[in-house]
């Protein structure tokens, strides 16, 4: 009998010890604002240890250090010739505090360096920032083109959330900034210019992305438009909340660590009838 129990115990113990070392997988444990949302690099390329090179690396240098106290700046690194010229922004979410401004940054420039390694321009945008650098200007110049265009599962002909969904674009279309939110039940707004545009060049481009949001995304339950220079997202659901950046991973922490927990009551159940039923055989 005892040698009968020590094994269903112990293979307990083991599918337990599985599923917490799963559960601690499925629980993200950064915040979402690292998150990444896209990225690209330029086709040409730097030579290694070139002049361009060593630009380039004080230019990202650059961009981390200012984002420790401000939420955008751009840098033009002069070389001494003019082909060895780099210029280069960030932009953070606004209401990321600096410290979160900054290791967003850090990581972004990080992430840059892996995914565009000696590629003369790249760009990326995690959730809670935006990097890009070339070697071509691009400083100042608003730019429409779409970059990432996301839209979630049609919610169907449901005209409430879809008449709350317009109202908070429209509120974001009319609230002036480089950084908006807005919100109405659920349904939740949010939009963000780069720092580089003028506050016109800003609402055309937002006027851009939330009119792209309405026709292209439809009754979606989500949309992000991504411009080259400027977003906008909604949502109408709980889960995804931009403003509030541990939210989104913290409900899908919680939905996870609920079906891990369920999993475990069964295979619990299942074990003690399995023992049970030992039970019952061996007497
Ligand atoms: C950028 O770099 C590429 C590759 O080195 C070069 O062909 C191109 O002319 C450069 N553009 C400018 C504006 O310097
Ligand atoms: C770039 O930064 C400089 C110095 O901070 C600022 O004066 C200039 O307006 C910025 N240019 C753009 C296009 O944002």
Redesign the pocket.
Known sequence: MALGMARPISSLLLIFTFLVYLSSLAIPSHSSSHDFLFGGC?Q???APDSP?ESNLNSLLTSLVNSATFSSYNNYTILGSS??D?VYGLYQCRGDLSMPDCATCVARAVSQLGGMCAQT??GALQLQGCYVKY????FLGVEDKSVVLKKCGPSVGYDTDTMGLRDAVLAGLARTGGPYRVGGSGDVQGLAQCVGDLSVGECQDCLSEAIGRLKSDCGTADYGDMFLAKCYARYSTGGPRVYAKPHDKSTNEGEKTFAIIMGLLAGVALLIIFLIFVGKMVNE
């Open positions: 330029t040409q390329r730097y361009y003019p082909q010229v003369c321009g070339d070697n071509t200007t």
